[in-house]
């Protein structure tokens, strides 16, 4: 059975700093970070290293992965609390999908910015 588990959600004031993490059972070559009840797209990696990031997290955000753990990660740095919300980390076979076409998701980790 296919699982994510992400971790590292938490309280943190703003301009504080938090970094996620997702430990997958597979091997996904394409990866990324969502965020909120549409799943926003925050981030996303493949497996060569290419990355995409949305434009309100570009220069705070870092995704990276850890091929050899099945381990994605999410640095973030310079936190707002418009950043605030539910962190989904997803994965897929296919690469260049949209956010509503990945196939497996974690179940989210809370990040909480406070003013």
């Given at each position: 059975?296919?699982?994510?588990?992400?971790?590292?959600?938490?309280?943190?004031?703003?301009?504080?700093?938090?970094?996620?993490?997702?430990?997958?059972?597979?091997?996904?070559?394409?990866?990324?970070?969502?965020?909120?009840?549409?799943?926003?797209?925050?981030?996303?990696?493949?497996?060569?290293?290419?990355?995409?990031?949305?434009?309100?997290?570009?220069?705070?955000?870092?995704?990276?992965?850890?091929?050899?753990?099945?381990?994605?990660?999410?640095?973030?740095?310079?936190?707002?609390?418009?950043?605030?919300?539910?962190?989904?980390?997803?994965?897929?076979?296919?690469?260049?999908?949209?956010?509503?076409?990945?196939?497996?998701?974690?179940?989210?980790?809370?990040v909480t910015v406070s003013s």
């Amino acid at each position: 059975q296919v699982q994510l588990v992400e971790s590292g959600g938490g309280l943190v004031e703003a301009g504080g700093s938090l970094m996620l993490s997702c430990v997958a059972s597979g091997d996904f070559p394409y990866m990324g970070w969502f965020r909120g009840e549409r799943r926003e797209g925050v981030a996303r990696i493949y497996s060569d290293g290419i990355t995409t990031y949305a434009d309100s997290v570009k220069g705070r955000f870092t995704i990276s992965r850890d091929n050899a753990k099945n381990t994605l990660y999410l640095q973030m740095n310079s936190l707002k609390p418009e950043d605030t919300a539910m962190y989904y980390c997803a994965g897929d076979t296919r690469p260049y999908i949209g956010p509503s076409e990945f196939r497996y998701w974690g179940q989210g980790t809370q990040v909480t910015v406070s003013s």
